[in-house]
Nanobody, 122 residues
Framework: VQLVESGGGSVQAGGSLRLSCTASVFGYSTNSMAWFRQASGKEREAVAT????????YYADSVKGRFTISEDSAKNTVYLQMNALKLEDTAVYYC????????????????WGQGTQVTVSS
């Protein structure tokens, strides 16, 4: 399974961006998909996950109410709509896929994208 992210860029605080992650296949190997992020000097952390089998979604407390994860199975694509962006959202965002149920542990995810930079400025 290959994952290709797009949609990163620079935006002012309070603005919006939508990230896309297109998988080469959609199926059992991508039952669980997620967005993680890693800020400079920090550990990679889960931002949002979706269990595609049940369409259940989960969010980190820091992004609840501002970010929305969704999927379009016809396009093999998962999106991360990011609104009301804050300076602390600046990071490299990674798409991940695996056979789990939408958990926040990195070990649950087998496939990873290359990452896309999101920079939020004041």
């Amino acid at each position: 399974v290959q994952l290709v992210e797009s949609g990163g860029g620079s935006v002012q605080a309070g603005g919006s961006l939508r990230l896309s992650c297109t998988a080469s296949v959609f199926g059992y190997s991508t039952n669980s998909m997620a967005w993680f992020r890693q800020a400079s000097g920090k550990e990679r952390e889960a931002v949002a996950t979706i269990f595609t089998g049940g369409h259940n979604t989960y969010y980190a407390d820091s992004v609840k109410g501002r970010f929305t994860i969704s999927e379009d199975s016809a396009k093999n694509t998962v999106y991360l709509q990011m609104n009301a962006l804050k300076l602390e959202d600046t990071a490299v965002y990674y798409c991940a896929a695996g056979r789990g149920i939408g958990g926040f542990e990195q070990d649950e995810y087998t496939y990873w994208g290359q990452g896309t930079q999101v920079t939020v400025s004041s």
